[in-house]
């Protein structure tokens, strides 16, 4: 069965700096894709950013950016110059072959001003 | 571009009472849709998810059913709620390829 696990219930960061979100996760798999999800407190779900399992070159989308270990099973997120609108719950998210997103626990990121 | 809504944003309703949310998508054909459940401070739970008119795949034995009347028209339904069915409700949608999904804004839902 595939897992997804946020370590970090809550991080937070100043304002303008860079903070990393953690996520492992497990698979039996070789093809699978992971994801990292915003939900600002109105509760829509956002895409942030996605990894294909066969790519090596780690995913960049503006500000943010993944570190991708295959081999560890991890899939950081990097989010650089932080502003006050990426406050919000991060959800980090695995889906293969078939239609079903897992999803890890969510990270609370505050931005401090 | 593509456009997902749901409807109602926000539902009360008592125990034992029906329900219906509905979920639409604009600007793509043959969509992939899927139904989420958000318990209070948690991760989503997939609910049932459908890959065309009158498919619908369940994912969790529960007091829900779902149904796809048109292509992008995806229905979450009850004939009776329980307490438990309270939640946050989010639908998404698909393409073949890529497998990215994006979701709509939401129905809160508080069972009483």
């Known amino acids: 069965a595939q897992t997804v696990t946020q370590s970090q219930p809550e991080m937070s960061v100043q304002e303008a700096e860079t903070v990393t979100l953690s996520c492992t996760y497990d698979t039996s798999e070789s093809d699978y894709y992971l994801f990292w999800y915003k939900q600002p407190p109105s509760r829509q779900m956002i895409l942030v950013i996605r990894q294909e399992a066969y790519k090596q070159q780690n995913a960049t989308e503006n500000r943010f950016s993944v570190n991708f270990q295959k081999a560890a099973k991890s899939f950081s997120l990097k989010i650089s110059d932080s502003q006050l609108g990426d406050a919000a719950m991060y959800f980090c998210?695995?889906?293969?072959?078939?239609?079903?997103?897992?999803f890890g626990q969510g990270t609370r990121l505050t931005i401090n001003p | 571009s593509q456009t997902i809504h749901q409807w109602p944003a926000t539902l009360v309703q008592p125990v034992g009472s029906p329900l219906s949310l509905e979920c639409t998508v604009e600007g793509t054909s043959n969509p992939n849709l899927y139904w989420y459940r958000q318990a209070a401070g948690r991760g989503l739970q997939l609910l049932f998810y459908?890959?065309?008119?009158?498919?619908i795949s369940s994912e969790v034995p529960q007091n829900l059913s779902a149904s796809r009347p048109q292509d992008r028209q995806f229905i979450l339904s009850s004939k009776k709620l329980l307490l438990s069915d309270s939640g946050f409700y989010l639908c998404a949608w698909s393409g073949e390829r890529p497998i990215s999904q994006y979701f709509g804004p939401g129905t809160r839902l508080t069972v009483l």
């Open positions: 998210a695995l889906i293969q072959g078939a239609q079903k997103l897992v």
């Open positions: 459908s890959v065309g008119i009158g498919q």
